[in-house]
């Protein structure tokens, strides 16, 4: 489904992402890992359409992303979430809902809507202010219900899971593997917990310093030494 070619990103003299070769099956949790400033958001960013690679090519079901703008690399199939949750101000959850959709469908199919609220417990909250009335929880969700409400193919999920405590990790954790079967997504997620990577993903790819170090089933990858030297920088592994 996703299949980056030899992808660089450069800012002037910085490689954020360096040559990286990777695919994701349209069945697939795949992890992106790696310490903080190893490319992770950057090469996200690089799939949905926010920054421009220097080389490389990007194709989505077998079509130049490249050559696609952002609104229809959403509407292809290709849903996000920010790694700060970012609902829109002086909206409801519904309505932030309503705009996610009608920007990544190009309609608004209220059914929908109520389908992906009851799957992420916001049902409760829906007619709530998202910015000012939701806990940290509940604005991952969102973020999640945002993406979800678009029909993603593939869901690119950034540190979902960051800041929750153990037990809103889990069920979060629940959540996410329910909603890959349920909606029948693929999943590429970036996280730095071992545990959860573990738990969750069928493959994991490494980044460190923009470089695609491994890539491998979680077992695999986390034996190899030359990946645990690259998480000693990591922030919560
Ligand atoms: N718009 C930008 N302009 C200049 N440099 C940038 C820009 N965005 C990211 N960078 C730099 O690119 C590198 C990769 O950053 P990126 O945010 O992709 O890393 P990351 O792996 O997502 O890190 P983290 O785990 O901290 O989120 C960093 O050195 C960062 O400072």
Do not use: W
Request: net charge negative; proline share 3%; glycine share 8%.
């Amino acid at each position: 489904m996703l299949r980056l070619e030899d992808l660089s990103v450069r800012f002037g003299g910085l490689t954020a992402v360096n040559t990286v070769s990777l695919s994701v099956g349209s069945h697939e949790v795949v992890g992106l890992v790696g310490p903080n400033g190893a490319g992770k958001t950057t090469l996200f960013n690089a799939v949905s359409g926010l920054v421009k690679p220097s080389s490389g090519r990007i194709l989505f079901d077998s079509v130049d992303m490249l050559r696609t703008p952002l609104h229809r690399r959403a509407r292809m199939g290709i849903g996000r979430t920010f790694q700060v949750p970012q609902p829109m101000h002086e909206l409801t959850v519904r309505e932030n809902l309503i705009v996610a959709q009608r920007f990544g469908t190009g309609a608004v199919d209220a059914r929908k809507i109520d389908e992906v609220l009851d799957f992420t417990n916001l049902t409760d909250k829906a007619e709530r202010h998202a910015a000012t009335e939701l806990a940290l929880t509940e604005l991952k969700a969102l973020e999640v219900a945002k993406a979800l409400a678009t029909n993603p193919k593939l869901l690119m999920l950034d540190e979902v899971l960051a800041g929750l405590e153990t037990n809103g990790k889990r069920r979060f954790m629940g959540m996410l593997k329910e909603l890959h079967e349920k909606f029948a997504v693929g999943i590429l997620i970036i996280e730095h917990d071992i545990e959860t990577i573990s738990n969750l993903c069928h493959r994991v790819a490494v980044l460190n310093f923009g470089e695609l170090i491994a890539d491998g089933t979680p077992d695999e990858v986390f034996r190899d030494p030359e990946v645990m030297k690259s998480y000693t920088g990591a922030s919560d592994a």
